[in-house]
Structures are given as structure tokens and as C-alpha cells.
């Protein structure tokens, strides 16, 4: 049986075609991996317009983008991934786009799944559709500490937000736009993906998971070290708890 992720573009589906979409892919430091990312995106929708926030890159992120024709927003300095995320969420809402497609600038996500991953909010069962590395068998899925790190937290999420949740920090996300309004208004800025779950869960946005296969990254190395996931892991743990008195924004019907 063929891959659902390598059959025609997904712009091919009628559901697809007919909204605003765009692909938001914040980038630090990603010269050597954001051109092919670029070109992965094109190829998986080609009328899908690319965005890529700059998060005040020290290398030729912006130019390489640029030249691959994607469209950069490029800060001034560098916010951490939440500010990039939420700076690309703010253009899509004030842009009127219908879907988002958040995809990481180091290549680890491959854009060709991106019809399958938008299956759930094209149907009208979820606001937010995560690809989740933790369902399937195949696929990369990070160090040993990382993954026990991310089960903790996974299992603290399904707890607080009452339904199965099995991989908090992917940021491999297609939204709608009750869930970009949301995240234009606010999206938690330090290690963002565990806290912004809660966020949607408390604001009443339906959260759904897909299977899909991740890979590592192409060019550069992660921030996260193994002392890090662990320290990750608290600090993360104390946002979320914050997150469940936080009264959320309100989000259009």
C-alpha cells in the first residue's frame, strides 16, 4: 500500500483548495536546512504560501529563505521559539488565512504529510491536528531522557486537559482559524507547545493527534541537551500548572 503521506499534493484535495493557507515555519540558526524545507513544503502544496520567521538568526537564514522565495519576517533579535511561533500566528490571523501549517525550520518535519494531518480539522472534528511521533512505530523520536521526559509530560497533559494525549511538544500543527486567533493573541513564549495544549484545552478548541513520521535534524544541533530535557521537564511542569488558573482569551465561535 502506498504512503498517504507521498500520494498527489495535498492541495490536490477539493477541501484543501477551496481555504487560505499557509505554511508558518519559525527558524533559528537554520541556514543549512531551511531551503530544503522550503522546497519539501512547495512540493506538498504548491499554492500554499511560505512564511518563515527569522528569530534573529547570526547566520544567512533570512537570505536563504528569501531566496527560495518564501516570504521572512525577520526579528530584530532573538524571542525563543514562542515569540517566533506567535509572530507567525499573528500574520496568518491578520492576513485573513483559514489553515496554518506549522512546520520547524531544522527539517525534521516532513511537509508531505501535510494532507493527512490536516484530515481532522478539514472534517470539522478538531481546531488543532498534531503529528504525533508516539503513535505509530516508525520515525525518529529523540533521545532516551527526552522521551522520558516527554511521557511525564504527556501524561500530566492528559490529565489536565481530559483527553489522550501522547506527544505535547511536537509543534508539526495544522490550525484552523479559531486556533490561529487564539495563538495571535497568545502563545506562551519558553518552550511553548506543553503550556499553549492547556491553553487550547481551557479555551475550548478540539485538540486531535495524527500519526505521522518524524526525522532528525538535518542541518545543526538542538538546544536541548540531556541535563537540559530534564530541566525542560520541570520548568515546563511548573508553567502548566500556571496555565490551568490563567483564564485563556476568547476565541470567535
Given at each position: ?79 525563543g521559539i514562542g515569540g517566533a511561533v506567535q509572530t507567525g500566528y499573528r500574520y496568518a490571523h491578520e492576513e485573513g488565512f483559514d489553515l ?97 495544549t492547556v491553553l487550547a484545552a481551557k479555551a475550548g478548541l478540539r485538540r486531535a493527534e495524527v500519526p505521522v513520521e518524524m526525522r532528525e535534524r538535518s542541518a545543526g544541533r538542538s538546544s536541548i541537551s ?28
Open positions: 500500500m502506498a504512503d498517504p503521506a507521498q500520494e498527489a499534493p495535498a492541495s490536490a484535495d477539493p477541501r484543501l483548495a477551496a481555504l487560505r493557507r499557509v505554511a508558518l515555519v519559525p527558524a533559528y540558526n537554520e541556514e543549512g536546512s531551511i531551503g530544503a524545507v522550503i522546497e519539501e513544503i512547495r512540493a506538498a502544496d504548491p499554492e500554499i504560501e511560505i512564511v518563515v520567521v527569522d528569530d534573529g538568526s547570526r547566520d544567512d537564514t533570512a537570505g536563504a529563505a528569501g531566496a527560495r522565495g518564501a516570504r521572512v519576517l525577520k526579528l530584530p533579535f532573538n524571542l496554518a501549517l506549522r512546520v520547524d525550520g531544522d527539517g525534521q518535519h516532513d511537509p508531505s504529510w501535510f494532507g493527512v494531518l490536516a484530515g481532522p480539522v478539514l472534517s470539522g472534528h478538531a481546531d488543532i491536528a498534531v503529528g504525533s511521533r508516539f503513535i505509530g512505530s516508525k520515525g525518529f523520536r529523540s533521545s532516551r531522557t527526552r522521551r522520558f521526559a516527554i511521557r511525564i509530560l504527556a501524561w500530566t497533559v492528559t490529565v489536565l486537559c481530559g483527553g489522550r494525549v501522547t506527544d505535547p511538544t511536537s509543534g508539526f500543527q495544522v490550525t484552523n482559524r479559531r486556533a490561529i486567533a487564539l495563538f495571535a493573541a497568545y502563545y506562551p513564549h519558553d518552550y511553548p507547545e506543553v503550556e499553549a540531556a541535563v537540559r530535557s530534564v530541566y525542560y521537564m520541570v520548568k515546563v511542569m511548573l508553567a502548566v500548572f500556571v496555565a490551568t488558573f490563567r483564564r485563556p482569551p476568547e476565541v470567535p465561535a
